[in-house]
Each structure stands twice: as structure tokens, then as C-alpha cells.
């Protein structure tokens, strides 16, 4: 069975440029789950979705940061213009459903270099 | 503020001796703990969890062990093998509120295992 599908690996811009990273999750999968890992840390969520509804978008930076679901199953992360800070990785996680004692299965992820 | 911690940032151990991996964790809603392990450029690969209601959880070398009162939990890998050089995760979320399903990550440990 195909893990998660992430692309591009790895995007090198310049500043106030725009970006998307795209991922594919495990088939089946209703969960969808955008992390941010900065370098020495451990992943932080920026964005779930349940279908193609987003039910915890609290801790996206909404004023660069969009995501999309369209059709429940492939996802979309953007980020407009892009800034020094944002370079990091970000990786996407898929689970069967919302709920209790869920494991989340990771992609590569996407790193992001902001120059 | 950190929930999740892992305090050790780094750990090496000789080749079929046990290795020792330590976590502690602030909040009382957690009841679901899984550990991570992630090579370099790759994503988070899981490893094994726990629910709040055992203790102890097996899975071959690894071994997962939870202490509610101490808030603390570790992971045991016997014996050690020199492909278990990673960093290793520890990663909580809470069955309930607002923030189900979302995964709180420690910074990671980086084990090295040689021969």
C-alpha cells in the first residue's frame, strides 16, 4: 500500500514569493493533517481536515498561509508572499478518521528554503 | 509553551546493549502516546503507542512503558541495533476539547547505536 505522497521534496525561492506544497494521503484515509517542523523541533500541526472540511485551522497563519481539500482527498498548502522564517519543512499526515487514539501516518515531507 | 518533552537531546549506546528513551508530558488530557522515529530527509515513521489505560505496551525490541501519575513515559529498545540510529519522537494527544486528534510532539532524541 502507497504511503503519503508528497511534492515537490524541495523548493528553493526568494522572499515574497509564493509556494505550494501538495500532498497525497493513504487511500482511505479521511484525515488529513498539515505539520510544520522548524529545525531542532518536533513537528507542530498547522492545519487538520476531516473530508474536505478544515475542523482545526487555529494555529495556520491565515494572513500567508491558505490550505485547501478539494473532493476530500488530495490537499493543497500555500503560502503568500513568502518570509525568511517560513523555511522549514512542512510535512503532511493522513489517519483513517477523526477521532480517539488515531495514528497519524506521515509523507517525506516538503523543505521549504526561503532565501 | 512545551507540553511534550524530551529533555535528552542526544544518546549513545553500544550495539545489543538497551536503549533508553525518556519523555514527560504536562498535560493531564493526553491519553493516547505513540513514538516516532525519523530518519534524515525522510518523514516521521511510526513506531508503537500506548493508551492511557495500560501501562505497558510490546511490539518485538520495542517496548513502551507509561506512568499516568508521573506524567512521564520511555521507550525500550533491546537489544539495540546500529539501524536504530535515529531521532526518535515522543508525541501525545487527548481523546477530548478542541484539540482532538491533534498530535503534540517532543524536539526529539537523537540515538546512535555503534558497534
Known amino acids: 500500500e502507497a504511503g503519503v505522497v508528497q511534492s515537490p521534496r524541495y523548493k528553493i525561492i526568494e522572499k515574497k514569493q509564493p509556494v505550494a506544497f501538495w500532498c497525497n494521503p493513504i487511500?482511505?484515509?479521511?484525515?488529513l493533517y498539515w505539520y510544520l517542523q522548524n529545525l531542532g523541533q518536533g513537528p507542530e500541526l498547522l492545519i487538520r481536515?476531516?473530508?474536505?472540511?478544515?475542523?482545526?485551522d487555529s494555529q495556520l497563519p491565515k494572513d500567508r498561509f491558505s490550505a485547501e481539500r478539494l473532493k476530500g482527498v488530495d490537499s493543497t498548502l500555500k503560502i503568500q508572499p513568502a518570509e525568511l522564517g517560513d523555511s522549514a519543512v512542512y510535512l503532511c499526515?493522513?489517519?483513517?478518521?477523526?477521532?480517539?487514539?488515531?495514528?497519524?501516518?506521515f509523507g517525506p515531507g516538503t523543505r521549504l528554503l526561503v532565501l | 509553551d512545551q507540553q511534550v518533552k524530551q529533555n535528552s537531546p542526544s544518546l549513545s549506546v553500544q550495539e545489543g546493549r538497551i536503549s533508553i528513551l525518556n519523555c514527560d508530558y504536562t498535560?493531564?488530557?493526553?491519553?493516547?502516546f505513540l513514538w516516532y522515529k525519523k530518519y534524515p530527509a525522510e518523514g516521521p515513521t511510526f513506531l508503537i503507542s500506548?493508551?492511557?489505560?495500560?501501562d505497558k505496551n510490546e511490539d518485538g525490541r520495542f517496548t513502551v512503558f507509561l506512568n499516568k501519575s508521573a506524567k512521564h513515559l520511555s521507550l525500550h529498545i533491546v537489544p539495540s541495533q546500529p539501524g536504530d540510529s535515529a531521532v526518535y519522537f515522543c508525541?501525545?494527544?487527548?481523546?477530548?476539547?478542541?484539540?482532538?486528534?491533534?498530535?503534540?510532539f517532543g524536539r526529539g532524541t537523537q540515538l546512535t547505536v555503534w558497534p
Open positions: 499526515a493522513s489517519s483513517l478518521r477523526q477521532g480517539v487514539q488515531e495514528t497519524q501516518y
Open positions: 487511500s482511505g484515509h479521511n484525515t
Open positions: 481536515y476531516e473530508n474536505e472540511e478544515a475542523v482545526d
Open positions: 498535560n493531564s488530557m493526553f491519553d493516547y
Open positions: 500506548i493508551s492511557s489505560i495500560k
Open positions: 508525541a501525545a494527544s487527548a481523546g477530548r476539547g478542541s484539540t482532538l486528534g491533534r498530535l503534540y
